[in-house]
Structure formats: C-alpha cells, structure tokens
C-alpha cells in the first residue's frame, strides 16, 4: 500500500495530478481544494495516499495533510457516501469548516458540496455528530459549544446571541466562533447582550 508520495508535479488535471517520482509517474485524485493549493508543474510535492484497490480498478487519492485523508475515509463509513462524494465535501469544505458543520448539525452547509442532496446532507452530520470531536483539528476548541448548539441544549444567553449574530448576516459558524471567544472574555454568567455586544467585536477584528 502507498502512504505518501514524496516528487514533482508533472501535471495537473482537472481532478487529479500526476506525480514524478524518479521517473514513475502516479496518477493521484484529489479535491479541487487540494489541487487549487499545489504548486506548478515541475515543483515538490508531498501528498498523503489512500489507496483503494478493487478488482477492476486501482486508484490512488492525495490529500496535503493527514487530518484531510482521515476525514475522507471517515465521510465513507457514512451510507450513500463513496469516494467521488468524499471529495467533493472535501472540495467545499475544509477539514474544521466540516468538523463545525457536523457539531452544528449545519446540513446546508455539508448540502453546498456536489452530488450531496439533503438525505446525504443530513446523515453526515446525523452519523458523525459524535466521531467529528476526535477529526476536529483547528476547529476542537469550540466543538463542545457548537455541538450543544446542533443538539439545541445551549444556555440560553448563548444560543439567543448566535442567533442574533445570525440575523446580522454572519454564518452561524461565525457566529458560534464568535460567542464562545465573548464567553471567555464576558465570563460564563454573562447575559445575551453582552454575549452579542462582545461578540460583534470579535467579528469585527
């Protein structure tokens, strides 16, 4: 099985890039985020590799960071979800944009992605509410907060000033972000006016 694939691009396709090493050239599928963040031809890269083998067909996926191929693979244990769905999330999303997704229970969100419709969209972030905290990476600080606000059983300080956030016009990703830092800095007491006072300071950084 091939892990990572350490060589130069020698071409870039509209989804997959093919990569040199020392004369081999591999055949790798990627999102288009991966592949809108890779150099030009010619120069280094390094991409982590799933690779699927099946009788008909042997396929490699590249991915820049290992958190993005663990969420690949963890996006398939979801039913209806293969490979080419996968990546498509992964195209849409990142890796913490996804992990606040799934804690919210945002399904427009997962449903932006292509070839998701709202059955897939809902069984995503249904299915992996409780797996999406360990994939989290960047985004694990406010995880606990975002999902009690997905579950609906945030205070309800909290909760009223994301969804006045919300109605300003920020996502509630953003929202979520934005009161668990005024939380910090108005303190756990704090009331929702406050909450959407401090709040709007931190979105205007």
């Not at 040199?20 to 985020?33: A, L, N, T, W």
């Not at 972030?125 to 990476?137: C, D, H, I, Q, R």
Request: charged share 20%; aromatic share 6%; with cysteine.
């Amino acid at each position: 099985m091939i892990g990572k694939l350490k060589g130069t691009i020698d071409e870039i396709g509209d989804d997959y890039v093919l990569v040199d090493v020392h004369g081999v050239c591999y055949e790798v599928f990627c999102s288009s985020r991966v592949l809108g963040r890779m150099g030009s031809v010619g120069e280094a890269i390094v991409l982590f590799i799933e690779t699927y083998v099946r009788e008909d067909q042997f396929k490699l996926f590249g991915f820049l960071t290992a958190l993005e191929r663990e969420w690949f693979n963890l996006l398939q244990s979801v039913q209806g979800v293969g490979a080419k769905v996968a990546l498509a999330v992964l195209s849409t999303l990142t890796p913490s944009e996804l992990a606040n997704a799934i804690a919210l229970q945002d399904k427009t969100a997962v449903s932006r992605a292509q070839g998701v419709g709202p059955k897939v969209a809902v069984r995503i972030v249904t299915e992996l509410k409780n797996k999406a905290p360990a994939f989290a990476g960047e985004a694990s600080a406010n995880i606990g907060l975002k999902q009690e606000l997905g579950e609906g059983v945030a205070a309800a300080p909290v909760a009223d000033a994301v969804s006045a956030l919300t109605n300003l016009g920020y996502t509630r990703d953003q929202a979520a972000n934005a009161v668990a830092a005024a939380l910090k800095t108005a303190g756990e007491d704090a009331d929702s006016a406050k909450l959407i006072r401090f709040g709007l300071k931190e979105l205007s950084r």
